[in-house]
Structure formats: structure tokens, C-alpha cells
């Protein structure tokens, strides 16, 4: 079981920056993991933005890459805080953005966790970005 909760969302206007947080319970403490930032904008499905493993392995969509910069307080453990740090920020950001948690070694990409469809998810930020 792992309880994930995001915070830091919030309104902003274009080239503007926010960081997010999501803080990460475990009742275990997997010898691998995988948590990832997503999100889904009103009428669209959900993306991967960005994901990070216990090995320090980063990946991140070809939208964000330059911009977002995931990190963790300490990647050695799922239990924590993962965070996002978003720069230039632009009206194409607009959306809610998830944490997700993988309790196992899984694989990164295209800023997502291989098996994220089965993961554990938070209730989301909602990030806004106005012109």
C-alpha cells in the first residue's frame, strides 16, 4: 500500500515557474520503485511528464524536457518527497497533475513508469497558466 498526496499547484502566468511536491507513505519498503509526475488537461487523456526511479534514472517527455526537472529528497527510498520543479511555464501546462507511485523496478519512459495502470495514484494539483 502507498499513499501519495501533491501540493504546490496554483495559478501563474506564462514564463512563469512552480514547484510541486508529492509526498510519498509506504507500509513497505520496496527494494525498487518508480514515481512519476502526469497529468491531464480538460479533454485530453492523461500524459506522462516526468519519472524518476530509485536508481536516479530521470525521464521526461519530449513537451517538457529543458523545463521540468523531477527530483527526490532521497531516491535510495519510495518513502518521501518527489518534486517538480516547472519553468517557463505556458498555457500548453494547463491541467491536473498527478503523482504516481510503482512500488516495483519498472521501466522509464517517455517520462512515465512502465506499469503505472496499476499503481497508486493521488487526488492531483491543478496547475493553471494563463497568457
Known amino acids: 500500500q502507498v499513499v501519495v498526496v501533491e501540493s504546490g499547484g496554483g495559478s501563474v502566468q506564462a514564463g512563469g515557474s512552480l514547484r510541486l511536491s508529492c509526498s510519498a507513505a509506504?507500509?513497505?519498503?520496496?527494494?525498487?520503485?518508480?514515481l512519476g509526475w502526469y497529468r491531464q488537461a480538460p479533454g485530453k487523456e492523461r500524459e506522462g511528464v516526468a519519472a524518476?526511479?530509485?536508481?536516479?534514472?530521470?525521464?521526461?517527455?519530449d513537451s517538457v524536457k529543458g523545463r521540468f526537472t523531477i527530483s527526490k529528497d532521497n531516491p535510495a527510498i519510495l518513502e518521501g518527497t518527489l518534486y517538480l520543479q516547472m519553468n517557463r511555464l505556458s498555457v500548453e501546462d494547463t491541467a491536473i497533475y498527478y503523482c504516481?507511485?510503482?512500488?516495483?523496478?519498472?521501466?522509464?519512459?517517455?517520462?512515465?513508469?512502465?506499469?503505472?495502470?496499476?499503481?497508486?495514484w493521488g487526488q492531483g494539483t491543478q496547475v493553471t497558466v494563463s497568457s
Open positions: 504516481g507511485a510503482v512500488p516495483w523496478a519498472s521501466t522509464l519512459w517517455q517520462g512515465k513508469c512502465g506499469g503505472h495502470e496499476y499503481g497508486y
Open positions: 509506504s507500509k513497505s519498503t520496496p527494494s525498487g520503485y518508480c
Open positions: 524518476l526511479d530509485s536508481t536516479g534514472l530521470t525521464s521526461y517527455a
